[in-house]
């Protein structure tokens, strides 16, 4: 059994990880898993009761019994690097509070893995999504709907869960929506012509009332929008276009951030679209071939 004072010394981090650092209620999900998940094993692994006291004393070779553990039991090494991370971060917050030397944990490194880089639909793919997408449904306000949601998700480059959390209040839909994204961070996010004629076009043609904090997208007993919903739509239609399986809603994302770059568009400025916290996630979802940047180097660069 897991110390209560353990306990509580995970609840007061995973407070520190949502006030402070602006975590997710999704991320501090994860973070406790993680978590409880290593604790579990050292409890296991040591025959005792998980106290303060043990935890800090962990070795490394305690350490890779875990990981030994965790990739004997198939979590894969990207999970794996996810939940030791998790484990750091407790840990270094703990050590500090506690006053223990941190090193046995915070050396270890994490497994290598492959990052799978995303893969943008072509232009003309996007939009042939988009036109195949209405042929799905036999409602018209269903079909409307749902050129609507993948219009939005290329057009302003949303995540779904962002898309799907607009509500009755957005319409009509402005020139800039102000989204709230992971941790809470807002940012702004100008919306295209052609997304607000399709989230028009649906509105007019929903039987559900729109109005209010009610959610914008409805399924078909008025509820809100499933995200499976969307994607079995998807689906369907990258089939019948013979497009490949990352024919995601999330690869419309991808598909936005590298349509706008190879159009010139900055990389900052992209980032501020997406709403990430770091650069280096901003190039991960864009994808421009050599000859590409060397047009824009070309173009950037001073000559003598």
Same mark, same amino acid.
């Given at each position: 059994m897991i110390a209560p004072q @353990?306990?509580?010394?995970?609840?007061?981090? %995973?407070? #520190?990880?949502?006030? %402070? +650092?602006? &975590?997710?209620? +999704? $991320?501090?999900?994860? *973070?406790?898993?993680?978590?409880?998940?290593?604790?579990?094993?050292?409890?296991? #692994?040591?025959? /005792?009761?998980?106290?303060?006291?043990?935890? &800090?004393?962990?070795?490394?070779? /305690?350490?890779r019994a875990w990981m030994a553990h965790e990739r004997g039991r198939g979590v894969g090494a990207r999970s794996l690097a996810r939940s030791l991370s998790a484990v750091k971060t407790f840990y270094r917050w703990l050590s500090d509070r506690e006053g223990f030397e941190p090193t046995a944990v915070l050396s270890i490194r994490a497994p290598k893995f492959t990052k799978k880089l995303p893969r943008p639909l072509e232009i003309d793919a996007a939009r042939a999504m988009i036109d195949r997408v209405e042929c799905q449904a036999t409602e018209p306000w269903v079909a409307a709907r749902d050129v609507a949601v993948v219009t939005v998700l290329y057009g302003c480059g949303l995540r779904i869960s962002e898309a799907l959390g607009l509500t009755g209040r957005a319409l009509p839909l402005p020139d800039i929506l102000r989204i709230k994204g992971k941790g809470g961070k807002e940012r702004i996010v100008p919306v295209i012509p052609a997304a607000r004629a399709a989230v028009d076009a649906y509105a007019r043609l929903c039987p559900h009332d729109l109005t209010g904090n009610a959610p914008l997208f409805r399924g078909i007993r008025g509820g809100p929008l499933n995200p499976r919903a969307v994607q079995k739509v998807m689906e369907l239609s990258r089939l019948q276009l013979g497009l490949p !399986?990352?024919?995601?809603?999330?690869? @419309?994302?991808?598909?936005?951030?590298?349509?706008? %770059? =190879? !159009?010139?568009? /900055?990389?900052? =400025?992209?980032?501020?679209?997406?709403? #990430?916290?770091? @650069?280096? $996630? =901003?190039? &991960? *979802? =864009?994808?421009?071939?050599?000859?590409? %940047?060397?047009?824009? *180097?070309?173009? &950037?660069h001073p000559r003598a």
């Open positions: @353990l306990t509580h010394a995970l609840a007061g981090w %995973l407070d #520190h990880c949502r006030a %402070l +650092n602006g &975590a997710s209620e +999704n $991320t501090i999900t994860a *973070y406790r898993g993680d978590v409880m998940g290593f604790l579990a094993f050292m409890q296991t #692994h040591h025959g /005792d009761q998980v106290g303060l006291g043990p935890i &800090a004393r962990i070795t490394t070779g /305690d350490m !399986a990352s024919a995601t809603p999330h690869a @419309l994302r991808h598909s936005f951030a590298t349509h706008l %770059l =190879t !159009a010139g568009g /900055d990389l900052r =400025t992209i980032q501020e679209l997406l709403g #990430h916290a770091s @650069l280096s $996630t =901003t190039q &991960a *979802y =864009t994808s421009v071939d050599s000859v590409r %940047l060397m047009e824009v *180097y070309d173009a &950037a």
